[in-house]
């Protein structure tokens, strides 16, 4: 699926068109009068273009309540044409909420059939809210999806639920990849879910039916801590960045190099680094970043982006103003205000050959810290980059971004906000990394260290678990 991001900021007029075009089956029997379903679409549509999201949520709820196939097509419709993950998220919670026997037959049809992988996606959201078999059944043929990031979310979706019905589809997909791509992101997801599911742990898809079959029947799924470890389901060597292995065979990684990355932290060499190597943060980033790349096996494709930020004093609140020319919205150009704060090694993914591996080297020794940090900006770079699902992200600190339309400073919750907009429907894999000496103790693989002070983040480690959490990743805090 190419630029689904993109689509979803189809024009409000295509949306007429395509909702007009929109008609009750003729077997159908809605709840609500033709008149009124056709009058609540169209109060729908002028609260979109409105921009009014709350009147507009309100409509789509209204519109749930004819509990039917036609409502699902409708309100699906509207919510993947809109950036707002607050119609996203009425829409997920409508649609999963409609009981009839005629809105589940045509949900779980629909997330097969439907001819827009975005529209795909949401329903894929809305079975994973229900408990019921038949959504079961529809989570369980979403997997194997012909489009990527459709079967990602049904993976995701299947692990969340612990679906012994889905088992089989898990199991197929390790059966299709484990000779032609063992180090893909959907293999990895296959195997963790599988794992999640039955508590098992096997490197071959034919050691799972062998488990699986003699006991599908009656299996309930695993609780607690009585999953065995995965490590070693997998014939490949993953590399390592920071102790951590690397999920996938097409990533970006993303690195704060602002300016608080020439600090030092206290303490001795980690286990991953040489002894006596420098402490200074941005030298220990580079020589990690320069190890990784180096172990990348050659069906791996990277790209690397290097990021950090510029604002002027003043502003709203304090919070900085963005150089004279920039653009009110859309993707920030790398350039701004003559200050470079973006770099990418390649604008697309590229194999990770012995001729790649020695210009990366170069690239990376030639990165220095400077200026804020434009997290969110970056990620939405990461994001852009062809056929990539997963993004390794590093920072330091906290964004430093502004609302280039308020002027105002941009809250932590209102970057992972933004961040799953942009990523609902990539799916793409977030892992994150942080020098985070105030958080204390180690946080790896996804791992939950306390809560939040006060509604707000008490640490950067606090926020980069959210963001990698909310975005099907793990966070490794650096010591």
Wanted: glycine fraction near 10%; hydrophobic fraction near 40%.
């Amino acid at each position: 699926m190419r630029h689904a991001a993109q689509q979803a900021g189809r024009s409000l007029a295509a949306l007429l068109v395509s909702l007009a075009c929109v008609a009750a089956p003729a077997a159908a029997r809605p709840a609500l009068p033709n008149k009124e379903f056709n009058d609540l679409k169209k109060e729908a549509l002028k609260a979109a273009q409105r921009g009014d999201m709350s009147e507009l949520a309100s409509k789509l709820r209204e519109l749930g309540r004819d509990d039917s196939d036609r409502a699902i097509e409708a309100i699906a419709s509207i919510a993947v044409r809109l950036p707002d993950m607050q119609i996203y998220n009425a829409a997920r919670d409508v649609i999963a909420g409609m009981r009839s026997d005629e809105a589940t037959a045509g949900l779980v049809a629909l997330v097969s059939k439907d001819k827009n992988p975005m529209v795909r996606i949401l329903l894929v959201d809305a079975l994973a809210q229900r408990d019921d078999e038949a959504s079961a059944g529809g989570i369980a043929a979403a997997i194997g999806d012909r489009t990527e990031e459709v079967s990602r979310a049904a993976i995701q979706a299947a692990r969340k639920r612990k679906l012994t019905a889905a088992v089989d589809a898990l199991i197929d997909v390790v059966a299709k990849l484990e000779a032609k791509d063992d180090g893909s992101l959907l293999i990895t997801l296959a195997r963790e879910a599988l794992n999640e599911i039955t508590g098992e742990a096997f490197a071959k898809a034919a050691d799972w039916r062998n488990f699986w079959e003699p006991r599908k029947a009656t299996f309930r799924p695993v609780t607690g801590g009585q999953k065995k470890d995965l490590a070693g389901t997998s014939e490949r060597k993953r590399p390592v960045f920071f102790g951590s292995e690397i999920k996938s065979n097409r990533v970006v990684f993303v690195i704060d190099a602002s300016g608080s990355m020439e600090a030092a932290d206290p303490g001795t060499a980690s286990s991953s680094e040489a002894a006596g190597a420098s402490r200074v943060r941005m030298e220990r980033a580079k020589q990690q970043l320069a190890q990784v790349v180096a172990a990348l096996p050659d069906d791996v494709r990277f790209t690397i982006v290097s990021y950090s930020g510029i604002l002027y004093q003043g502003g709203a609140g304090g919070a900085g103003t963005l150089p004279p020319g920039t653009p009110q919205d859309g993707p920030l150009p790398p350039t701004i205000g003559g200050f470079e704060w973006l770099k990418v090694f390649k604008p697309r993914l590229t194999p990770a050959n012995a001729r790649t591996k020695a210009e990366a080297a170069e690239w990376i020794s030639q990165l220095k810290a400077n200026g804020t940090t434009f997290t969110l900006q970056a990620i939405r770079a990461a994001l852009e980059i062809d056929g990539a699902d997963t993004i390794v992200l590093l920072s330091d600190g906290m964004p430093t971004e502004i609302d280039r339309k308020t002027g105002e400073g941009l809250t932590p919750e209102k970057v992972l906000e933004e961040v799953t907009a942009l990523n609902r429907f990539r799916r793409m894999r977030i892992d994150t990394f942080g020098f985070d000496p105030a958080s204390g103790g180690a946080v790896n693989a996804g791992g939950s260290r306390g809560g939040r002070r006060g509604g707000g983040f008490a640490s950067l480690g606090q926020f980069m678990q959210d963001l990698a959490e909310q975005n099907g990743g793990g966070y490794t805090q650096i010591p």
